[in-house]
């Protein structure tokens, strides 16, 4: 499969553990920044932790998006994509919003 980060066949992928092999092809900061101690804390965590585990790890997720798509707005030259992005960013920030909520912050 060729993603936005590039070959992620399974032939590419060779000797990755399969956590890390979920997220190939995409390469956003959050994501790529991910330790193998961040991976197994995830994989290990249960309740409460488990949940603030995943809004953390969406939340820097969500906020690689929208600087991608910031770029996008400001460097990009099709109309569709470009409203794409702002549709990315109105999401993503809303959903930020609600995370700060729910991580009581």
């Known amino acids: 499969m ?8 399974a032939g590419s992928m060779a000797g990755t553990d399969s956590r890390r092999a979920r997220w190939a092809g995409w ?11 961040d991976l197994d804390a995830r994989q290990a965590a249960d309740g409460s932790k488990a949940t ?3 809004l953390n790890g969406v939340f820097e997720h969500h906020t690689g ?4 798509a910031k770029t996008e707005l400001e ?12 549709a990315i960013i ?3 920030q809303a959903e930020i919003a609600q995370m700060k909520q729910l991580r009581g912050k």
Request: glycine fraction near 10%.
């Open 2 to 9: 060729n993603g936005w980060g590039g070959d992620a066949s």
């Open 52 to 54: 603030t585990l995943f």
């Open 65 to 68: 998006a929208i600087t991608m």
């Open 90 to 92: 109105e999401a993503q």
């Open 27 to 37: 390469t956003t900061t959050a994501v790529t920044a991910w330790s193998e101690a």
């Open 75 to 86: 460097q990009g030259a099709n109309p569709d994509a470009k409203e794409l992005a702002q």
